[in-house]
């Protein structure tokens, strides 16, 4: 489903990506793991052309990114993206960031729109919120207004570039609970995070990523109890004393 | 003759006053329509300029810097005066009316652009990623997601600019139009008696005062 090889990414003289290869199958959960400054975020956007790599090669669903025939816009909404910090449009309701996309892009009539995004909504288990403003919602709440608003293009693959991060303890396993979902429902997703307890029960591959570099990948056990690298066990067993 | 009664005579004089109020009215007429023209045209130019600016097209940009700084460092009475004296000689010969409107509303745009233009790079980059990583389009993101964003957050400042720029109509007068001041001053050199300007701050005040008031709430409602 993703093809990406050789992704280097300089910003100026910072040398961040040094020849990352991912490659990720259908209905794979990749998850991501590695200290802060590492690239981590940097590669999941050279994913959706955020961010434009400086050289190698990305393919998402067949389609190439890099190539500047390529239709971005169209193809953007077969890659749904969620942000560590919600990013929600904070003027329209739960339902109207929803409903942006699928009205403007996808082209849909706002009765289509609407309908679309309040079973997108439900299936995040908000549909009684589809009226409240993101500011009205707790961080949780707007985590998952955040999925609902990517799902709702019906994606091929989802990024998570630390889903989890700003919230508050309690609010984080109704976020993880969308995310189990959405794994068994079949979805593609690369998931950057450090929420180890989500990776071995829902993980089919663990990477560990330092300084612009997969460093080892495996199943979670392998990665989690017997890292090969001595960075992966420090990375780990740092994490785990939090 | 005591000092109360000259005052009054001078300054509140009812016949003059009774001869002169309708050419006050007059005059706050043209101000209204002139000050109309100068917002609305100042402030879409000026949001246009912020627009084009976003699109970061270094040489556009670099054109657009030149032409706000300008504006903004040139006193609006130089710029009636240039419009007014100075078209003439490529024969272009604006009315005192134009000239006021052009200028004003120059200033105004030029304001406004930094205004709107600080408002729109307010607006956090993670609302353009998001936007763009539904697919919508760069403009489609300017005009659903960051600009109703920005707008807000301009309102306050931008009302307290237009409302300055706008009492600058009353620089018309030096290029003879003919609102308040305008015509007050020429009551005032007709009657020998300075009571019209009475009049024409009375109809400063009554066009300005609501408008201030307004720019106070707005200034709460959207702090
Ligand atoms: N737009 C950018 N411009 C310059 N440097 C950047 C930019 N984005 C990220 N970086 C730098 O790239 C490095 C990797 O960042 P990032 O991919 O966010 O790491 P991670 O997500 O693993 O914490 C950091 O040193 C960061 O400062
Ligand atoms: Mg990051």
Redesign the pocket.
């Known amino acids: 489903m993703i093809q990406a090889k050789g992704i280097h990414k300089q910003?100026?003289a910072?040398h961040?990506l040094k020849g990352v290869d991912l490659d990720v199958a259908e209905r794979e959960l990749v998850f991501i793991i590695?200290?802060?400054?590492?690239?981590?975020?940097?590669?999941l956007r050279c994913l959706n052309r955020l961010e434009v790599p400086t050289s190698g090669s990305v393919v998402v669903d067949g389609i190439d990114l890099l190539d500047p025939r390529t239709d971005l816009n169209h193809a953007r909404q077969r890659i749904g993206m969620v942000f560590q910090s919600f990013n929600l449009y904070p003027h329209m309701t739960a339902l109207g960031n929803v409903t942006l996309a699928l009205r403007k892009v996808a082209g849909k009539s706002r009765a289509e729109a609407d309908e679309i995004g309040h079973a997108a909504l439900a299936r995040v288990g908000l549909a009684e919120r589809a009226d409240h403003r993101p500011g009205q919602l707790s961080g949780g709440q707007q985590q998952r207004v955040a999925i609902a608003r990517a799902i709702a293009l019906e994606p091929r693959v989802m990024l998570f570039d630390e889903p989890t991060s700003a919230l508050d303890p309690e609010l984080v396993g109704s976020v993880l609970g969308v995310m189990r979902a959405l794994r068994e429902s079949g979805m593609t997703m690369v998931v950057?995070s450090h929420e180890m307890g989500f990776a071995r029960a829902a993980a089919d591959r663990v990477m560990f990523?330092d300084d612009g570099l997969i460093v080892e990948q495996g199943p979670p056990a392998q990665i989690f109890e017997a890292p090969l690298h001595a960075r992966t066990r420090g990375f780990i067993s740092q994490i785990q004393r939090h | 003759m005591g000092g109360w009664e000259r005052f009054t005579e001078t300054f509140l004089n009812a016949k003059v006053m009774a001869r002169y109020w309708p050419d006050i009215v007059s005059g706050l007429g043209t101000t209204i329509e002139l000050a109309a023209l100068i917002v609305v045209s100042g402030l879409a130019a000026g949001l246009a300029l912020a627009v084009l600016r976003s699109f970061g097209i270094r040489v556009v940009n670099w054109g657009i810097i030149f032409v706000v700084d300008l504006f903004r460092a040139l006193p609006p009475l130089v710029i009636i005066v240039l419009i007014y004296f100075g078209l003439p000689s490529i024969d272009v010969v604006p009315s005192g009316f134009v000239s006021t409107w052009l200028s004003l509303a120059l200033v105004l745009m030029a304001f406004s652009e930094e205004i709107f233009w600080a408002g729109i790079t307010a607006i956090p980059r993670g609302q353009w990623e998001a936007a763009r990583s539904t697919g919508l389009g760069f403009t489609q993101t300017l005009a659903h997601v960051i600009l109703p964003q920005a707008l807000r957050i301009t309102i306050p400042p931008l009302t307290n600019r237009t409302i300055a720029i706008t009492k600058g109509t009353a620089l018309g007068s030096v290029v003879a139009v003919t609102e308040i001041l305008g015509q007050a001053s020429s009551a005032v050199s007709n009657s020998y008696n300075p009571s019209p300007l009475t009049l024409g701050a009375a109809a400063y005040l009554v066009l300005f005062i609501p408008v201030v008031v307004f720019g106070r709430w707005v200034e709460r409602k959207f702090r």
């Open positions: 910003f100026g910072l961040v590695g200290p802060s400054g590492s690239g981590k975020s940097t590669m950057v990523m």
